[in-house]
């Protein structure tokens, strides 16, 4: 691993690698181990020049954006992160917005409310970059950011690029192709409608803001959901409880528990939250005793939203 850490200095500069260098701070829980082997690529020619250069070397990437959807092993991660960095907005025309996978979604939200695209306004709030939220299909209220997009720019693990229209993605809830393939976000093209009065734009963003502040824990360390709301296709959720994670939770009596530094949030009892000394460990030990008390107490069985990265 350290003769791959030499080859990415050769291409890179020796300033641009880090080694053991620790994850937490990349991450909204603020918890996680070193990535053996640290890159932040700056651009789409960089993601590919790492990701071909770890593959003909034999060495595992892994990808963090924000790393607002992932728990990461207090022993961290093994192999090669690359951490996405920076990136451009670029219209297509008229209708089509280019977003490189580290632009923030808040970023591309004030892109377009700017210059009057309406589509993106209501997922403001929304932490993370273009490329994690494709990865899981981030949702807000009844949209998967799936639907607003036309295709997405990724690299194969075999190195080779392609070209994938948004029906070729697999997009379902928390779901896209990635999961199964490892494919390497490097842009997406989104579809907006231009014309649009930025004011009222700013407005629906707004809205989506105090909804957020109101309904989420926003003052402590979390990852968002760590479930997904069941699906009523498979999951028998008893009458009488609503047919979402946290109501789930909450009925099963864990709102407020806590393991170590861990705790299931007073304020919406699918959200963790850090107090600042928790391990990944206690978390995870946490997920799992609200996953069994659920699965216990009305027999469903309730699946993760967030990624674990490296071992538990
Ligand atoms: C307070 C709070 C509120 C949230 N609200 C929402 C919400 O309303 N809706 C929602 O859906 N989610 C929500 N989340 C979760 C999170 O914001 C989203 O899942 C977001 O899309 C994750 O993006 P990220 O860049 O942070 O991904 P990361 O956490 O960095 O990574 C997530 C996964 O994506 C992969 N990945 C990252 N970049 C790439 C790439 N370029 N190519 C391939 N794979 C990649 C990573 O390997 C990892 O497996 C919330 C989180 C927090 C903390």
Not at 213 to 226: D, F, V
Request: hydrophobic share 40%; aromatic share 6%.
């Amino acid at each position: 691993m350290s003769d791959f850490a030499t080859l990415l200095e050769q291409e890179f500069g020796a300033d641009r690698v880090q080694r053991e260098v620790a994850l937490a701070p990349f991450t909204t829980f603020k918890v996680g181990g070193p990535a053996e082997v640290l890159i932040e690529t700056r651009t789409e020619d960089e993601i590919i020049r790492a990701a071909r250069l770890a593959r003909s070397a034999g060495v595992k990437v892994t990808m963090l954006g924000g790393g607002s959807n992932v728990l990461i092993a207090d022993s961290g991660v093994r192999g090669l992160v690359i951490r996405t960095r920076g990136g451009d907005v670029t219209p297509i025309g008229d209708r089509l917005v280019k977003a490189d996978a580290a632009v923030t979604i808040n970023g591309l939200v004030r892109w377009t409310i700017n210059r009057g695209c309406a589509a993106l306004e209501a997922w403001a709030g929304t932490p993370g970059t273009v490329g994690g939220a494709i990865y899981g299909n981030a949702h807000w209220k009844k949209t998967n950011i799936g639907d607003l997009i036309e295709s997405v720019r990724l690299v194969k693990p075999d190195g080779t690029l392609l070209q994938a229209p948004a029906d070729r993605m697999e997009f379902e809830y928390d779901y896209s192709r990635l999961k199964r393939t490892g494919e390497i976000v490097l842009w997406a093209a989104f579809r907006v409608t231009p014309g649009r009065d930025p004011a009222a734009l700013r407005l629906i963003a707004r809205e989506s803001l105090a909804f957020r502040k109101r309904t989420q824990p926003l003052e402590s360390p979390s990852a968002g959901c760590i479930f997904m709301n069941p699906d009523p296709s498979r999951d028998k959720v008893p009458e009488g409880i609503p047919p979402s994670a946290g109501a789930l939770v909450d009925r099963a009596g864990l709102k407020g528990a806590a393991v170590g530094g861990a705790r299931v949030s007073p304020t919406h009892a699918n959200f963790i939250i850090n107090d600042g000394s928790a391990s990944a460990a206690e978390i995870h030990t946490l997920v799992e005793n609200c996953r069994h008390a659920v699965k216990d107490r009305f027999g469903v069985a309730l699946r993760s939203e967030i990624i674990c990265l490296g071992d538990f």
